[in-house]
């Protein structure tokens, strides 16, 4: 392909953000074929004109004039009224009635099925390069039409997966997952809040709920504990506690006050005290926690597609920047060490989108699986996957759009400039639905309980059989070295006291993201080779020697000129013909 010139923009927006990200659509290639393929291409193309435009710019508004809340009203009743700016609702519609929900429930017009879930990641993704705060409300609706019509069974709560599903804004109600209590946080073992039945098949919950994104959400999910349950996790039930009842009035819960947050402001998040509120029970009593993982998993899955988005909104503007911002007389992008930091945000971004999407993938299979087998595989790999696709790409979403503010200089520091948006808003994405810590030991949890590195290992060796290409002979080799030693770091696991695991836990989810990325960057970039590309082949090689293969006095003896030879390939997308990555053969004496 033509490389792209980012001196022709001034920021980064105001184009198509789907048009304008080959990396995104060669895993939408990847992972979709055939109808799906054409009728997802078709909306990501629609929604990426609104959220490089409209979103775009109604995000900054938004950001300096969020939600408020009244929760009393002029003679002290209680409103729990939260009030949106208009661009907020605009912001709303437009991502609702692209279909980012529904289409992946209900058969939009034309098919027969509905979407996969991947082109609901791929439709968040694009909406957190504008507004990744809003994608949480939006990614919670989704989360609750899983629950809803894989377990919700009775009117109540079919009505409520049918509102959640609407493709028309108006008639839609949207979902929050109410879990955080104080004196939990990611202990939601320790949920204090009961539910009494209430004789009318309802349930009456009593008790705080600490930290409660899309507070005013008509269909919110809340875990309880019936009287008489066990304590811990195996003691809950899932509840839907609407904001009004059906007769109009107001839910029995009190919203005290909005958080006052460093970012993601277009999301209200606050404190709700529910004094016997109704809650329709979801599934049978005491199974609450287990129904809700479902929900968990997508939301796991929709951080690391927010986080991919502002990796690659942080990017696009570091590379505006770099190619319309002089220093000394040239463009700052024709400088060593500029191109070395953005060729290898370049390849980051590839890697954490790369990563996500196959974990989005075995989602995708799971939930679309006919056959018990095909599902339980799906899930095993899926269990490990998605808990560090969440932990690996929070990460790296603060840190790119850190040094995507440092290449802006002051102006990325100032409000008026996005960076310094990107940056706040990132910043949650580590917290949200669970902690570095929490995350790596629910790989030791997946690991032990699922045998999930037994699907994990297989994936990675089919990954490296694959890339037979020479211009890969030098990655892979290094790739299966460090798949060998990976299987020894699994089979030794089971040899240490739980303590001692737990201390490794997080560089085993370190190891697991570089060996399994390398691996199928590696097997992306023998497909583009077979059609004549080896850009690809490229980043594969360069996050290959920069995660991978240790270097010689950290790298300074090495004469390394990657960034200098390969800049424009691998941060302007220009096609590179496979032969020049080939070295010539000997010569005959």
């Not at 997966?161 to 609407?166: A, I, L, R, V």
């Amino acid at each position: 392909m033509t490389a792209f010139d980012y001196a022709d923009l001034d920021r980064g927006r105001h184009v198509n953000y789907y048009a304008h990200d080959p990396t995104l659509q060669r895993l939408v290639d990847r992972a979709l074929d055939g109808d799906d393929h054409a009728d997802a291409t078709e909306r990501l193309r629609a929604f990426g004109e609104h959220a490089g435009h409209t979103i775009a710019d109604h995000a900054d508004y938004v950001d300096d004039h969020g939600p408020e809340l009244r929760t009393y009203g002029d003679h002290g009743d209680v409103v729990n009224d939260v009030r949106y700016p208009a661009e907020l609702r605009e912001e709303a519609r437009l991502a609702y009635e692209s279909g980012m929900v529904a289409d992946v429930f209900e058969a939009p017009e034309g098919r027969e099925e509905p979407l996969p879930f991947t082109h609901h990641f791929a439709m968040g993704y694009l909406l957190s390069m504008s507004d990744p705060g809003l994608y949480c409300p939006v990614s919670m609706t989704a989360g609750v039409a899983l629950v809803l019509d894989k377990y919700g069974e009775g009117d109540a709560l079919e009505g409520f997966y049918d509102e959640t599903t609407s493709r028309d804004y108006d008639a839609l109600s949207e979902g929050a997952m109410f879990l955080t209590e104080e004196q939990g946080g990611s202990d939601v073992g320790a949920t204090e809040t009961l539910a009494e039945p209430a004789g009318d098949g309802t349930y009456e919950l009593t008790g705080e709920k600490w930290f409660c994104s899309n507070i005013d959400a008509q269909a919110t999910l809340a875990l309880a504990r019936t009287p008489d349950a066990p304590e811990g996790t195996k003691g809950l039930s899932l509840f839907v506690v609407p904001h009004e009842l059906e007769n109009g009035e107001l839910n029995d819960q009190l919203y005290r006050r909005l958080k006052d947050k460093l970012g993601t402001i277009s999301v209200p998040t606050g404190e709700v005290e529910l004094t016997g509120a109704t809650g329709y029970l979801v599934g049978e009593e005491t199974e609450g926690f287990t129904l809700m993982t479902d929900m968990l998993n997508l939301e796991r899955l929709a951080n690391a597609a927010a986080s991919c988005g502002i990796v690659a909104r942080s990017l696009l503007e570091a590379t505006v920047q770099a190619a319309t911002r002089e220093a000394f007389g040239n463009p700052i992008q024709e400088y060593p060490l500029m191109r070395q930091d953005l060729v290898d945000m370049a390849v980051d971004h590839a890697a954490a989108t790369a990563f996500t999407f196959d974990a989005a993938d075995a989602f995708d299979t799971r939930e679309r699986a006919t056959d018990d087998a095909t599902r339980r595989e799906a899930y095993r790999l899926m269990r490990v996957l998605v808990p560090i696709a969440k932990y690996r790409t929070g990460r790296m979403a603060v840190d790119t759009a850190s040094y995507a503010m440092e290449i802006l200089g002051g102006n990325g520091y100032v409000n008026d400039f996005v960076t310094n948006r990107l940056l706040r808003d990132a910043q949650v994405l580590p917290i949200w639905e669970g902690t570095s810590n929490v995350l790596s030991l629910d790989v030791l949890r997946a690991l032990d309980r699922e045998d999930a590195h037994e699907p994990l290992l297989e994936r990675i060796q089919e990954h490296i059989d694959a890339a037979t290409h020479d211009a890969l002979a030098d990655a892979v080799d290094v790739v299966r070295g460090e798949y060998a030693a990976l299987g020894g770091a699994l089979a030794h696991l089971p040899t240490l006291d739980g303590d001692e695991a737990q201390l490794k836990a997080k560089d085993l989810a370190d190891y697991v993201f570089d060996v399994y990325t390398a691996s199928l960057l590696c097997e992306m970039a023998q497909r583009d080779l077979e059609d004549g590309d080896a850009r690809l082949a490229l980043v594969a090689r360069r996050f290959v020697d920069t995660h991978l293969d240790d270097a010689d006095g950290r790298g300074i003896t090495d004469d390394d000129r990657f960034p200098l030879d390969h800049f424009d390939a691998v941060v302007h997308h220009a096609s590179v013909d496979p032969d020049d990555l080939v070295p010539a053969p000997a010569a005959d004496d």
